[in-house]
């Protein structure tokens, strides 16, 4: 069974930042994507950032250049995120698509609030 948490949520700021995590485990198989998405009230969830086990990567365009999508060999995945405004305020949820296995998984959610 896998399973994402996250971490790193909370207040900040307009123009702080800051970093998520998001730590996988259970049987994950390559190949595979991971990501983070994010849903505000009243809206759609919509993808922030995608990342394979190949490492490349894909942005909305709303967070280009502001935000980094990381992961490493032990199948984790970070979102660093920089000049943070006040419509990034969200529920960011990580994601894991086995592609082979055609599963898709979905951590709990963390809260990212930016006001002043």
């Known amino acids: 069974q896998v399973q994402l948490v996250e971490s790193g949520g909370g207040l900040v700021q307009p123009g702080g930042s800051l970093r998520l995590s998001c730590v996988a485990s259970?049987?994950?198989?390559?190949?595979?994507?991971m990501g983070w998405f994010r849903q505000a009230p009243g809206k759609q969830r919509e993808l922030v950032a995608t990342?394979?086990?190949?490492?490349?990567t894909n942005y909305a365009d709303s967070v280009k250049g502001r935000f980094t999508i990381s992961g490493d060999n032990a199948k984790n995945t970070n979102l660093q995120m920089n000049s943070l405004k006040p419509e990034d305020t969200a529920v960011y949820y990580c994601?894991?698509?086995?592609?082979?296995?055609?599963?898709?998984?979905w951590g709990q959610g963390t809260q990212v609030t930016v006001s002043s």
């Open positions: 990342i394979t086990d190949g490492g490349t």
């Open positions: 259970g049987s994950i198989f390559s190949p595979y994507t």
């Open positions: 994601n894991l698509v086995l592609i082979s296995a055609r599963r898709v998984y």
